[in-house]
C-alpha cells in the first residue's frame, strides 16, 4: 500500500511511496504527528540520482523488519534536497558541526520540535567499517529517547542554540580590490595540480566557478598563468573519463586526481556551467576543443535532458542495468574489448581500444574501462574515428538508459538558459538560442507566479509548491538578462528586473549579506546563509553577479549598492579560500572592469552592419560585459537611449565608469575597445 509520498512531485519521494516505511513529506503535520505519538523524528534526505540514497533505500527502507521498527518507534519524514534546499542547509551544517563530514543520504534525529540531536549519513544494513548498523542505530536512538528524554532535550537544545550563533565574517566596509583578487590568485595556483589539473586532490569535481574567475582575471590584467591554469583544466577533463566521450556532457566528479573514473551521474547544473565555461574558454583562446566541448556539452543537454514543457529536468542516474540484468553504477557507460570487438570488429576494436585507452585490466571495475582520449594514443584517424564513434554510440543506445528525474528546477534552468543563450550565439546555433528561449518562457510561465514570486521546482507542467530560494531567483535572472543581451529582446531585462527587486525586498540584511530564503519563508531551526560555492554558484555570490548586470544596464544604484554590499563577503573570503567563493571572485572582476556597457544600435531589418557589431560585442572578454541591441532610443534597453545612428548606419557605444567612448561603426574598431 502506498505511503504518503505517493502524491507528491519530487521523483526521489515517489521512488518511496511504496516503502513499507510509513514515509512523510516535510510538513507541520508531520511533527504534529510527533508531537501527538511522543516520538523522535527520523529525517532522510537524498535526491534522486544519488548512488548511496538507493542503496540505503534498498537494504533498509524496503525490508520489512526495518520498516516495522522505523514505523513503530518514529515518525519518518523524506526530503528531497533538490526541491528542499534550505531544510537541505540546515541540517547538513549540523552534521557536519557534529561529525566533521556530510554527504548524502543525510539521516538526522529530530526531536518534535525538529531540532537535532543525532547524526549520520549512510548506515548499512549490518555493522561494518566501523559503522553501525542502522538497525542499531535506531535500537539505540530510541532508548535514548525513552530512558534519557531530559539529556537528548539538552543536547538538541545546544545545537540549534550553538546554530544560531554562528555568523560570518562579511569583511566589513568596501569591495574586494586588486589585492584580494591578487591573493585570491597566488591561493589558487598553490593549490593547483600541475600534473593533471584542478585543484586539490581526490576526489575531484570540476572547479566551474573558479576557472570562470581565472578567464575574467586573465581578460581583465593579462596574467597568462591564471589562462594556463584554465586551458590545462579544460583539457583534462576533457580528455577525461568524467567527460563522454561518445555522447557529450559531464559526470558529476572524479573518484581520482587524474578525472579518469567518474562518479556517473550526470547532473543539470554542472553540464549548464561546463557548457558556457567551455564557450568562454573558446571566446578567451579560439581552441578546437573547447569549441567541440561547449556544442557537444549543449547538444547533450538539448537531447538528454529537455523535457516536453520545454524546460531540463534535472539528473540522470549513474545506475543502470548491466547484460545479466544487475542495476549497477557506470554500465550504460563502460566497454570492456570484447564489447568493442562486438560491436566494431576486431581490427577497428583495436584501433578504438587504443583511442579510447580501453585495456584488458580495465580501469573500472570488473575489466570494464571508462571511455577517455590519452595523450600517448598517436595520430587519430577523424574519418575512422567519426565512424567507430557512432557505431559505439548506436549500440550504447540499446543498453537500458540510466533513470531521469525530471523535475525542473528553476535556478539550475536559469543556468541551462545562460548556457544556451551564448553558445547559440558563439557558434552561429539559432537552435540552441530557442531552446534558451523555449526554457525561459516555461519559467515565466509556470515557475512565476503572483507578484513575480518563484516555486522551487515543477514536473509534468505542474508547480511545486515550495517556495524559491535566493539561487533560484539569481540564476534565473542571471540567464534572463543574458537571453536579453543575445537576443535583443528587452522583456527578459523586465523579467530580471521583477525577480531582482523581489531579492532587495526579500534577501538582503544588514551590512549587504544575503539569506539563503526570504524573510516570509517558513521558519527552520535556523536561517540558512551560505556565500560559499559548492556545485553550484551560492545563491549569495550568483544575486551579486546578477544585481551587478541589471545595475549596469538600468543604472539602478539601488541594484549596485546591493551587489557591492554583497561582495563584501568575498573580500573576506577570497584571499583564504578561493576554490570556495570563485563566482564571487568572477563577479568582482566584472565590478572592477565596469562591468563595460555596450550598447548596439541599428536601422532595423536584417541589417549585417548591425549583426556584425552584436555578436562581436558578445564575444568580446571584458569580464561581465552587459550587451544591449536594438533601435535607437527603443524603449526595450536603458542603454539604448541617447544613442543615434552614425551617418544612417549602426553603431557600438561602449561605457564604463561613467564614461563613453565615442561610437564606432568598425566591428575591428569594437573588438579592439573590448580586449583593452
Sequence with gaps: MPNRLAHETSPYLLQHADNPVDWWPWSAEAFGEARRRDVPVLLSVGYSSCHWCH????????????????????????????????????????????????????????????????????????????????????????????????????????????????????????????????????GLTREYDSRSGGFGGAPKFPPSMALEFLLRHHARTGAEGALQMAVDTCEAMARGGIYDQLGGGFARYSVDREWIVPHFEKMLYDNALLCRLYAHLWRATGSDLARRVALETADFLVRELRTPEGGFASALDADSADATGRHVEGAYYVWTPAQLAEVLGEEDAAYAARYFGVTDEGTFEEGASVLQLPQDAGVADAELTASVKERLLAARDRRERPGRDDKIVAAWNGLAIAALAETGAFFDRPDLVERATEAADLLVRLHMGEGARLSRTSKDGKAGANAGVLEDYADVAEGFLTLAGVTGEGVWLEFAGFLLDIVLDQFVAEGGALYDTAHDAETLIRRPQDPTDNATPSGWTAAAGALLSYAAHTGSEAHRTAAEGALGVVKALGPRAPRFIGWGLATAEALLDGPREIAVVGPGGDDALTRALHRTALLGPAPGAVVAVGAPDSEEFPLLKDRPLVVGGAAAYVCRHFTCDAPTTDPADLAHALSR
Excluded at 534550505?86 to 557536519?96: C, I, P, R
Excluded at 563530514?101 to 526531536?111: C, D, K, N, R
Excluded at 544494513?125 to 534519557?148: C, I, N, Q, T
Design 55 to 186: 542503496v540505503m533505500a534498498h537494504e533498509s527502507f524496503e525490508d520489512e523488519a526495518t520498516a516495522a521498527q522505523v514505523n513503530e518507534r518514529f515518525v519518518a519524514v523524506k526530503v528531497d534536497r533538490e526541491e528542499r534546499p534550505d531544510v537541505d542547509a540546515v541540517y547538513m551544517e549540523a552534521v557536519q558541526a557534529a561529525t566533521g563530514q556530510g554527504g548524502w543520504p543525510m539521516t538526522v534525529f529530530l526531536t518534535p520540535d525538529a531540532e537535532p540531536f543525532y547524526f549520520g549519513t549512510y548506515f548499512p544494513p549490518e555493522s561494518r567499517h566501523g559503522m553501525p548498523s542502522f538497525g542499531d542505530v535506531l535500537d539505540g536512538v530510541a532508548r535514548a529517547w525513552a530512558d534519557r528524554r531530559e539529556e537528548v532535550g539538552d543536547v538538541a537544545a545546544k545545537i540549534v542554540e550553538d546554530l544560531s550563533a554562528r555568523s560570518l565574517a562579511f569583511g566589513g566596509d568596501g569591495v574586494p580590490g586588486e589585492q584580494e583578487l591578487s591573493q585570491a590568485l597566488l
